[in-house]
T-cell receptor, first 110, second 112 residues
Framework: AQRVTQPEKLLSVFKGAPVELKCNYS??????LFWYVQYSRQRLQLLLR??SRESIKGFTADLNKGETSFHLKKPFAQEEDSAMYYC????????????FGTGTQLKVEL | NAGVTQTPKFQVLKTGQSMTLQCAQD?????MYWYRQDPGMGLRLIYY???????DKGEVPNGYNVSRLNKREFSLRLESAAPSQTSVYFC???????????FGDGTRLSIL
């Protein structure tokens, strides 16, 4: 079975401070990991995926298979980063279903 | 290009009423999904359709039915609504291969 754990429900940081949103996963095969972001009362948007190895809006995430983690990082938080962040895993197979974590609410304070 | 469109955006039902949530995508995607989003529980998959003509249960299918009407449309039906089904419902679609899911704006459903 595949599982995604986001241990923090709420993360509050000051503007300009570094951000790290934690995500750990459990999956026996080779997973595909994603970070989705949901701004207040908007649809979920793909932020980034591990296979792209790109930086979006200053965020990066590295897949660490040894620690089964896919933490989301940004060196300097901005006010507009305040949102709900979901880590998700796709194990392939029929339908390429996504398993989501419970989400972390990021609040960037001035 | 609208992407994934969900209707209605809001709905209030009484316990026992029935309701169909509509979802349509204009991206010619093969796979479509229905999720519910509840506080502290993230998104949980209700049903999905890997391709036109097929549907499968997800993590929380009880109390729901789905219809993949054609490649564009995937509807979710509550036959007899219960307060426990109060939630925000998201539809998503994706193409084949190595593509991410695209989400609709959601339907906020309250059952009294």
């Amino acid at each position: 079975a595949q599982r995604v754990t986001q241990p923090e429900k709420l993360l509050s940081v000051f503007k300009g401070a570094p951000v790290e949103l934690k995500c750990n996963y459990s999956y026996s095969g080779s997973p595909e990991l994603f970070w989705y972001v949901q701004y207040s009362r908007q649809r979920l948007q793909l932020l980034l995926r591990h296979i792209s190895r790109e930086s979006i809006k200053g965020f990066t995430a590295d897949l660490n298979k040894g620690e089964t983690s896919f933490h989301l990082k940004k060196p300097f938080a901005q006010e507009e980063d305040s949102a709900m962040y979901y880590c998700a895993l796709s194990g392939g197979g029929g339908g390429n279903k996504l398993t989501f974590g419970t989400g972390t609410q990021l609040k960037v304070e001035l | 290009n609208a992407g994934v469109t969900q209707t209605p955006k809001f709905q209030v039902l009484k316990t026992g009423q029935s309701m169909t949530l509509q979802c349509a995508q204009d991206m010619n995607h093969n796979s479509m999904y229905w999720y519910r989003q509840d506080p502290g529980m993230g998104l949980r998959l209700i049903y999905y359709s890997a391709s036109e003509g097929t549907t499968d249960k997800g993590e929380v299918p009880n109390g729901y039915n789905v219809s993949r009407l054609n490649k564009r449309e995937f509807s979710l039906r509550l036959e007899s609504a219960a307060p426990s089904q109060t939630s925000v419902y998201f539809c998503a679609s994706r193409d084949t291969g190595d593509q991410p899911q695209h989400f609709g704006d959601g339907t906020r459903l309250s059952i009294l």
